[in-house]
């Protein structure tokens, strides 16, 4: 019961973002220099219209009437789930997008596999030998990590991985093997995030007084770390795991775009170079959902790691 | 400054920033050629003395595009985080101090903006907008601008209602005035490490528009177009992507670790902001 509330009370918080999404995917649409019954009447790059032909255009797509207006309408076909098609291919936007999000989605969970495999176990290492040559290494390798950018990181393990030692495609979609790189790169900068916070805030539990009193009961080192200080230390990472699936998102562009990956990231950098606005807007509003989305899993993450929200106290 | 004490770290960080930004600032004075001049006699030469790094493949001076290129990059990281602190450091002043309705939708605001993924809507906005400076700082700044307001806003709420001020207030001071002389002086060491924190993240973004094809627009090069130009060439001639590759890299750890030592030097206790 307790349970149900709580998620309940998590979606109401989200409807004013889901709100805000819609609204700034519908003004991305305004503030585009270029007037969108021209794009689409000069979609051939031959044809020049006539005054009349893009007045009437823009009377069809209803871009005469106030913007308040315009948006009311275009909001209610979003929430029927009617994205527009795409002017380019006249494909329906969201069907699009449905197509391709398994790729992103394979992607992000590729990505966030490297970070729970190395950058929180690297981060609890860090902790437990806090000050020493294993934890400086690791804090020095984590600052030139989040420093390095992204796609630079791509071209040169795509020449070592790929191209000299053969040991992992370079690019394409269908198999795990070409997840690999794509996936470290793009967690490349979450991890050193999440190895700092793992690190610092396994280092808070450290200091709480219920690890003293496990200490003074005499339970070993190692059932204190792994029992009692590592599962309470999981809160903050998770809220972070959170925002960072947010962060990978949108890296995925960058990625997607060198490993010639079909995803979403590579649809909407289609989108933009052929200025197919509906797609744009509905990439906007998809990435949008899927963000409130995951934050709603991490809000609910909460109530299975703490316990306090359960019992109903609050802190 | 007592207890204060400048360590090498900082000042060896601080002389670093100092290069970026002289370099910079003297890149046209600098630079031993025009960073555009194409010369069809020198198509990506090697390492010599005419052209320190070589050139690239329409035989440009890889040297002088990257002193043009510092340029380019200082001045977008700088602009879009001042943009960026201005924007967030202004709403999260009205908001905190006023309160009330202004303070509420301010806050929907922000966590409708926190709740759009920032590259994707960055990527976005450039991309509708088209490439251009503007277009750029407004990208950078509409999706980065939630953390400087959270952390002000906090900031001032925790002045706000402090005896001084209510005594300033009681001695007829108006709202600017107050604002200005007791509030902004209290979280301006905050501001200003989140500032340097949140250069170091546009530099990167802007690299990244850039190497999409959102930012920067040829001729002109920041090192993200000059990495995107290397891509073809690299195997053969590793310079072109090691060289704005490593001043990205360089710079950004440098703002990185400068901000530490200033966080500690202006001993500002935690970073709850970090996470923005």
Not at chain 1, 192 to 203: C, D, G, I
Not at chain 1, 223 to 239: C, E, F, G, M, Y
Not at chain 2, 256 to 268: M, T, V
């Amino acid at each position: 019961m307790k349970l149900l509330h709580f998620m309940a009370e998590r979606l109401l918080l989200a409807l004013p973002i889901l709100f805000g999404v819609t609204l700034g995917a519908f003004l991305l649409g305004v503030i585009a220099p270029s007037d969108p019954a021209l794009v689409v009447l000069t979609l051939d790059g031959t044809s020049e219209p006539s005054a009349a032909e893009l007045d009437a255009m823009r009377e069809q797509m209803g871009l005469n009437e106030p913007l308040i207006v315009q948006f009311a309408a275009w909001a209610g076909r979003v929430f029927q789930g009617e994205l527009g098609a795409s002017y380019i291919t006249g494909i329906p936007v969201l069907e699009s997008l449905l197509y391709r999000f398994p790729v992103t989605l394979s992607l992000a969970l590729v990505a966030l596999a490297w970070v729970v495999t190395l950058a929180i176990p690297a981060g609890i290492w860090a902790a437990v030998r806090v000050n020493r040559w294993q934890d400086r290494s690791l804090r020095t390798i984590a600052m030139v990590a989040s420093a390095i950018p992204g796609f630079w990181l791509a071209i040169v393990l795509i020449h070592y991985f790929a191209e000299r030692w053969r040991l992992l495609p370079s690019s394409g979609y269908g198999s795990w093997e070409q997840m690999v790189l794509p996936g470290f790169v793009l967690a490349a900068g979450t991890m050193a995030a999440m190895l700092r916070l793992q690190r610092t805030s396994l280092l808070e539990v450290m200091e709480q007084p219920f690890i003293l009193t496990a200490r003074s009961q005499g339970l070993s080192p190692r059932r204190i770390l792994w029992r009692h200080a590592v599962p309470n230390s999981w809160l903050s990472v998770v809220t972070l795991i959170g925002t960072y699936s947010v962060g990978i998102l949108g890296g995925s562009i960058v990625i997607e775009s060198i490993f010639s990956l079909p995803g979403l990231g590579s649809y909407v950098l289609a989108a933009i170079r052929g200025r197919d606005y509906p797609a744009i807007q509905g990439y906007v509003l998809f990435v949008g959902f899927l963000v409130i989305v995951i934050n709603w899993l991490v809000d609910l993450s909460y109530f299975f790691l703490n316990p306090r929200l359960r019992t109903g106290d609050p802190r | 400054m007592t207890g204060r004490r400048i360590s090498p770290l900082f000042a060896g960080t601080g002389a670093v920033l100092l290069v970026f930004m002289a370099v910079a600032l003297l890149a046209p004075w600098l630079a031993p050629y025009d960073p555009n001049a194409v010369s069809r006699d020198a198509i990506l030469a090697p390492m010599s003395q005419a052209h320190w790094l070589g050139t690239d493949a329409l035989g440009r001076d890889v040297w002088s595009r990257l002193l043009y290129g510092a340029r380019v990059s200082v001045f977008f990281a700088l602009a879009g985080a001042a943009c960026t602190m201005l924007l967030g450091a202004f709403l999260g002043v009205i908001g905190g101090y006023f309160g009330g309705v202004t303070d509420r939708l301010i806050q929907i605001g922000v966590h409708i903006f926190q709740g759009l993924p920032g590259m994707s809507l960055m990527v976005a906005l450039a991309g509708v907008m088209g490439p251009g400076t503007f277009s750029i700082l407004l990208a950078v700044t509409l999706t980065s601008w939630t953390s400087f307001s959270r952390l002000v806003r906090a900031e001032v709420l925790r002045v706000r209602y402090a005896e001084y001020v209510e005594a300033v207030r009681a001695l007829g001071a108006g709202h600017g005035y107050v604002l200005w002389r007791y509030i902004l002086p209290n979280i301006m060491p905050s501001l200003i490490v989140l500032w340097t924190v949140r250069i170091g993240t546009v530099l990167l973004s802007v690299a990244s528009l850039s190497f999409l094809g959102l930012g920067v627009q040829p001729p002109d090069a920041d090192w993200g177009v000059m990495i995107f130009d290397a891509k073809s060439y690299f195997r053969t001639y590793p310079w072109l992507l090691l060289a704005p590759g490593a001043c990205i890299a360089a710079l950004s750890i440098a703002i990185q670790l400068w901000g530490d030592e200033l966080r500690d030097y202006l001993s500002i206790d935690e970073e709850p902001w970090r996470e923005g």
